[in-house]
């Protein structure tokens, strides 16, 4: 399974020649995203998450897909949604493995949404604050469903990301550096030997 992180809380996840694309965003302080794909799924409404313009899909029938889909309702907010409404997580099963995308989460999990997660192989979780869950709230949601490969977003560096959220660096302070692995490009390979701990892609300008 390939994983590319194509900036804000976007992936590309690929399997078997089948691409997904997840929360594909409008965001002022990126480039325009562009990306084709077979399918595209979205947390929330809200255009830095759902801007679909920016996806060319295939057409090709769901039915071909490698990969079984599952959403756990969650708000994008403490507030059970009353600030900013609701937030599907998305967990993706192919290959025998399985990965997390938890959109704009804006809370700790409760056990039953936390019992589908648990375990995964890969997590890709909000870290910036403000809109999401912080730093220090993502690692106890983090701690919670315990995944193999952790994969930080939503978060500001440079000249990319909201103002109001926080950096990478908040939520990389709370892990041992010797778990940490800083990629030299913005895409890996999630595979069963593929190393444990927090991967941080590197954004393709």
Known sequence: ????WLG?????????????????????????LHIEADEALCSHGHRDHAFLEAVTLSGCDKSESPFTVETVS??????KGSLRGENAIHILRAEGMTLVHCGDLGHELSEKQLAAAKGCDALLIPVGGYYTI???????????????????M???????GYPEIGTLDEFLALYEAKKI????????ELTKNA???????????
């Open 181 to 188: 692995h800083k990629l030299d490009g913005n895409s890996f």
């Open 8 to 32: 804000h809380s976007c992936f590309a996840v690929e399997s078997a020649g089948w691409r997904i694309v997840l929360d594909p965003y409008y965001v002022e302080t990126y480039p325009a």
């Open 134 to 152: 912080d730093a220090k709230t993502a690692k106890k949601v983090a701690d919670a469903i315990a995944p193999r490969v952790l994969v930080p």
């Open 74 to 79: 969650t708000f994008h907010d403490d507030k």
């Open 154 to 160: 939503h978060y500001r560096f440079g000249v990319h």
């Open 195 to 205: 190393p444990a701990g927090v991967i941080v892609p590197r954004f393709a300008e």
């Open 1 to 4: 399974m390939n994983i590319t």
